[in-house]
């Protein structure tokens, strides 16, 4: 029986899908048996992968491992061929498409920042709001006192406060990243993913990105995919080590370093 099943067993029933994944047993994401294959080539194997509710996680592994794969699968993007993907008890998230799985609460993040250039960093986290994004809405409808807390919330969590009124193309590489992470933060995500987030970050950005990213666990569950070990080992809680679409190790850093397994096939020490 799977652990997903287990845990329904214990005193679950079949309930309509709610707006909000049910992480009454502390698990948020439950990846079961997952395959997918492209074209004979198998990108992941059998995966199997749980992530708590409010845990910040790193993934890691060789390039081909199945980390792009595994995100896709769980934002709707990619179907797999078997296996089963739900968001805490009751989402089915293959039954779903990713406008629905966005609206569910999972967020992603890629690894190249996408924001709107010619807008201030303000209402890019304004356009960025979860509710109705009719263009008259959007145009001339009045922000609430509740609305503009939460932007004034985001903007201090994601450290652009003081660049609120300024163009969002005008900002640095890693000031993108930040806003980006905010308007993602503005849909109010249960479960966030974030692609390579330090790629091409100075070191002060990637230190300020590692306290970004430490600070939203807890209130959500986090998801980080990464190359670089520097920086994995600033905020890994936990480390889970894809290899040809399976887990090849999970662990703290500590122990997935010091893993055989994992110095051969990945950190080459």
């Avoid at 004979?40 to 409010?54: M, T």
């Avoid at 209402?123 to 145009?139: F, Q, R, T, V």
């Avoid at 209130?219 to 890994?236: G, N, T, Y």
Wanted: proline letters at 4%.
């Amino acid at each position: 029986m799977t652990a997903r099943l287990i845990d329904r067993a214990l005193g679950r029933g079949i309930r309509s899908q709610p707006l909000k994944p049910d992480v009454s047993h502390n698990i948020i994401l439950y990846l079961e048996d997952i395959t997918v294959s492209f074209d004979g080539f198998r990108a992941l194997n059998a995966l199997n992968l749980y992530i708590e509710a409010g845990e910040l996680r790193c993934i890691i592994g060789p390039n081909g491992a199945g980390k792009t794969t595994m995100m896709d699968v769980i934002t709707g993007k990619t179907r797999p061929d078997a296996g089963s993907a739900w968001f805490g008890q009751t989402i089915d998230l293959l039954a779903m498409r990713e406008p629905a799985i966005a609206e569910a609460g999972i967020g992603r993040k890629f690894q190249k920042p996408t924001v709107f250039g010619s807008h201030t960093v303000f209402e890019n986290l304004e356009l960025a709001m979860a509710g109705d994004k009719s263009p008259w809405k959007i145009l001339f409808a009045k922000l609430s006192g509740e609305q503009l807390g939460r932007i004034e919330q985001v903007l201090e969590t994601i450290g652009l406060t003081h660049e609120r009124d300024r163009d969002a193309g005008s900002l640095s590489h890693g000031q993108k990243q930040w806003l980006e992470i905010g308007m993602l933060l503005m849909q109010d995500p249960q479960l966030l993913l974030v692609d390579e987030p330090v790629a091409g970050m100075t070191p002060q950005e990637t230190e300020r990105t590692a306290e970004l990213l430490v600070s939203l666990a807890g209130q959500r569950s986090v998801v980080v995919v990464e190359h670089d070990m520097d920086f994995v080992r600033s905020i890994a809680r936990k480390v889970t080590v894809l290899h040809e679409g399976s887990v090849l190790a999970e662990g703290s850093i500590d122990q997935v370093q010091n893993d055989q397994k994992v110095v051969e096939v990945y950190l080459g020490e």
